[in-house]
T-cell receptor, first 115, second 111 residues
Framework: DGGITQSPKYLFRKEGQNVTLSCEQN?????MYWYRQDPGQGLRLIYY???????QKGDIAEGYSVSREKKESFPLTVTSAQKNPTAFYLC??????????????FGAGSRLTVL | LAKTTQPISMDSYEGQEVNITCSHN???????ITWYQQFPSQGPRFIIQ???TKVTNEVASLFIPADRKSSTLSLPRVSLSDTAVYYC????????????FGSGTQLTVLP
């Protein structure tokens, strides 16, 4: 079945450590997105990528980094510069990048806790 | 930039029809309106999408007036399992496709 796989599902990190969240899709989608969700809050856009080797900052990119070396992969690194990294992280992808249609397919999410 | 505004929360009873309205005054000509449903600790899932007038699928209807500055998601005969957060999404940029969600509406269905 096609879909988006995020790993790990749960991750614990000590303060000062960088961690990388994996996002892989086999939907042949062009665009990929990373969102952050805090308890009881909506989704906030961290980074997005329209095509391979290109990505753009979203609303809350500080303290995060991404890469898009392959079409199917869009890993997110939470760096030590991110002051409050404890959150639920969601990866998404979208098929049609040329028209107004914007149906996103989401992964199951990764929950990061800083100890 | 297109921005969406929704009610923060709504309550309903089982079997009732629920209408959730989203305002998007700055929607661009080529933008579509898409609604998602999210359960706790899960990724949002697609419900319905439309461009104008009315769209209906097996789970919901979407009403969009001619000026497209708002849209209404209609859920017929809700059940307890429809308790979730509902988001409307409009693309915020015509070319860059930066997709920013609003705060969503927490729908609570009561027995």
């Amino acid at each position: 079945d096609g879909g988006i796989t995020q790993s790990p599902k749960y991750l614990f990190r000590k303060e000062g450590q960088n961690v990388t969240l994996s996002c892989e899709q086999n939907l042949n989608h062009d665009a990929m997105y990373w969102y952050r969700q805090d308890p009881g809050q909506g989704l906030r856009l961290i980074y997005y990528s329209q095509i391979v080797n290109d990505f753009q900052k979203g609303d809350i990119a500080e303290g995060y980094s991404v890469s898009r070396e392959k079409k199917e992969s869009f890993p997110l690194t939470v760096t030590s510069a991110q002051k409050n990294p404890t959150a639920f992280y969601l990866c998404a992808s979208r098929l049609d990048t040329s028209s107004g249609a914007n149906v996103l397919t989401f992964g199951a999410g990764s929950r990061l806790t800083v100890l | 930039l297109a921005k969406t505004t929704q009610p923060i929360s709504m309550d309903s009873y089982e079997g009732q029809e629920v209408n959730i309205t989203c305002s998007h005054n700055n929607i661009a000509t080529n933008d579509y309106i898409t609604w998602y449903q999210q359960f706790p600790s899960q990724g949002p899932r697609f419900i319905i999408q439309g461009y104008k007038t009315k769209v209906t699928n097996e789970v919901a209807s979407l009403f969009i007036p001619a000026d497209r500055k708002s849209s209404t998601l209609s859920l017929p005969r809700v059940s307890l399992s429809d308790t979730a957060v509902y988001y409307c999404l409009v693309a915020t940029s015509g070319s860059a496709r930066q997709l920013t969600f609003g705060s969503g509406t927490q729908l609570t269905v009561l027995p």
